[in-house]
């Protein structure tokens, strides 16, 4: 699978649109990307995936260049209880486990 | 979504007792389930997959003779730490995908926090 790249940590107000960056420069043709996100002591939570197209769910909004390089993750309202964190991850299709790298820890404040 | 559940959400034990963990799917059938384990301030790791019906398949560096998984029927899995030491405490999670290939999401249970005395 191939490894994306994530800032560590992040701020964001509540109510404003939290915007993720994850870079997955070496993706393939067959490989979806993959977010999730994991609030303290718990098991992860799933938000979205796509392959190449824009999806939105009554989550968030993933955002896939056109290239398929990069990705971003929007939470449009971003609130208290979405600070967490957050998990960008590439997986092909035939594959079944996910494997999670570092994360960003999104902090949302008051 | 579909629902994962994992028990005990939290154990404590002594030093070399076993410890088992379940894992069910309460919603839907899952042919595969995946163990993670995560220390403190730590990512998730993969330690095996569980597969319904024959042997699971260990990550590198996973003792299989220490973490013993049984995945007996299509909601089930359970995973048994034997031996306990105090570097085995940490944060067991387990996963699932409701079909064989499918591209959807995986599902987690809420994790099991171990810790040996």
């Known amino acids: 699978d191939a490894k994306t790249t994530q800032p560590p940590s992040m701020d964001c107000a509540e109510g404003r649109a939290a915007n993720l960056p994850c870079n997955h420069s070496?993706?393939?043709?067959?490989?979806?990307v993959y977010w999730y996100r994991q609030i303290h002591s718990q098991g992860p939570q799933y938000i979205i995936h796509g392959l190449k197209n824009n999806e939105t769910n009554e989550m968030a909004s993933l955002i896939i260049t056109e290239d398929r390089k990069s990705s971003t993750l929007i939470l449009p309202h971003a609130t208290l209880r979405d600070t967490a964190v957050y998990y960008c991850?590439?997986?092909?299709?035939?594959?079944?486990?996910?494997?999670f790298g570092k994360g960003t820890s999104l902090l949302v404040t008051p | 979504g579909a629902v994962v559940s994992q028990h005990p959400s939290w154990v404590i034990c002594k030093s070399g007792t076993s410890v088992k963990i379940e894992c069910r799917s309460l919603?839907?059938?899952?042919?595969?389930m995946f163990w993670y384990r995560q220390f403190p301030k730590q990512s998730l790791m993969l330690m095996a997959t569980?597969?319904?019906?024959?042997?699971?398949?260990?990550e590198q560096g996973v003792e299989k003779d220490k973490f013993l998984i049984n995945h007996a029927s299509l909601t089930l899995s359970t995973l048994t730490v034997t031996s306990a030491h105090p570097e085995d405490s940490s944060f067991y999670i387990c996963?699932?995908?409701?079909?064989?290939?499918?591209?959807?999401?995986?599902?987690f249970g809420e994790g099991s926090r171990l810790t040996v005395l």
């Open positions: 991850i590439v997986s092909s299709s035939s594959g079944y486990a996910l494997n």
């Open positions: 996963s699932a995908r409701e079909r064989r290939g499918n591209t959807g999401e995986l599902f």
């Open positions: 070496t993706i393939s043709g067959n490989e979806y």
């Open positions: 569980s597969n319904e019906g024959s042997k699971a398949t260990y």
């Open positions: 919603d839907f059938q899952a042919t595969t």
